[in-house]
């Protein structure tokens, strides 16, 4: 069933476009090695990741997804700042984009629907991976995590993007796996479709209520009007 009057569509990139978990939870196991700590893994870091490299950090510092209260501020910085520089020289090699990804940005393209990355991932890394994977050409806004000063859950960029596109709530689409891309579209009051494959803390995006939930990214189609 089709969302009749989307005009703008916002993306969040790791889990929604790109399977990014290896290369991920390999930089942050030689960030934890390298300290001298308990590795992490695939399974550990798919339901650690989605608020953003900081927050991965200090959970892989915690071995929890909840943070460890007495975690050193310290600690947690230097190992981030590891963690950033493994992750940029690992050159991202097992990351892929998911099935059916840029056919569907491609047709979305070709129907004049303008769209934007908005992801929790340091922006520092996000406009190379969007070029390195042929996909930078679809997006009029690349926003990061550290772009402005509230992230995902937060609706800032979402709102940033209305004022920006002078859109309604009712024209904008938020696409993503996670319960953050969830919460912050309805804190905007704008549609949002969630996506069952990616990363979602271990739970099923449909706890969450997306107005949508798929199982494949193509079915988007299925859900945005084109004219």
């Not at 997306?210 to 494949?216: A, G, N, S, T």
Request: proline share 6%; hydrophobic share 40%.
């Amino acid at each position: 069933m089709k969302i009749e009057g989307i005009t703008f569509i916002a993306f969040d990139l790791d889990g929604t476009l790109l399977d990014s978990v290896p290369d991920l939870a390999d930089a942050a196991d030689k960030t934890m090695q390298a300290l001298g700590l308990p590795g992490v893994t695939e399974a550990q870091t798919q339901t650690w990741i989605g608020n953003g490299a900081e927050t991965l950090i200090g959970r892989a510092l915690s071995q929890s997804i909840e943070l460890d209260p007495a975690l050193d501020p310290e600690l947690h910085q230097r190992a981030l700042v590891m963690f950033n520089r493994f992750y940029r020289e690992g050159g991202h090699k097992k990351t892929v984009l998911y099935p059916g990804v840029t056919e569907t940005l491609e047709t979305l393209h070709q129907a004049g629907i303008p769209m934007a990355i908005v992801t929790n991932k340091p922006s520092q890394f996000v406009p190379h991976i969007l070029e390195e994977y042929g996909i930078s050409q679809y997006f009029t806004d690349v926003i990061g995590g550290d772009t402005f000063p509230k992230k995902k859950p937060d609706p800032y960029a979402l709102h940033w993007l209305m004022e920006k596109h002078c859109l309604s709530c009712s024209e904008m689409l938020m696409v993503g796996d996670s319960r953050n891309d969830v919460l912050a579209a309805q804190a905007a009051s704008c549609y949002v479709v969630g996506l069952t494959y990616g990363y979602n803390y271990g739970l099923p995006i449909s706890d969450s209520h997306p107005d949508r939930v798929l199982d494949q990214f193509s079915q988007l189609l299925d859900v945005v009007a084109i004219a």
